[in-house]
């Protein structure tokens, strides 16, 4: 549980995407080397991670 000023959530909600988004482009990565092959399930805080449009991408919220 997070017990910080609303600021300091926002701030981690940004990191944890940027992180998110890393993860999608290495799933991505991953996809071009065996196509079909990559099934992955990936929330954090403030994002998840889906499937969309042929490749990975991380969204904020759940």
Do not use: C, Y
């Not at 981690?12 to 993860?23: F, H, V, Y």
């Not at 196509?35 to 805080?45: D, E």
């Amino acid at each position: 549980m997070h017990t910080g000023s609303p600021q300091e959530l926002r701030d981690m909600e940004r990191r944890a995407l940027q992180i998110g988004q890393q993860i999608a482009s290495l799933l991505d990565d991953l996809e071009q080397i065996a196509p079909g092959s990559v099934h992955a399930n990936v929330s954090g805080l403030g994002f998840s991670i889906r499937r969309a449009g042929g490749g990975f991408v991380a969204m904020q919220g759940r």
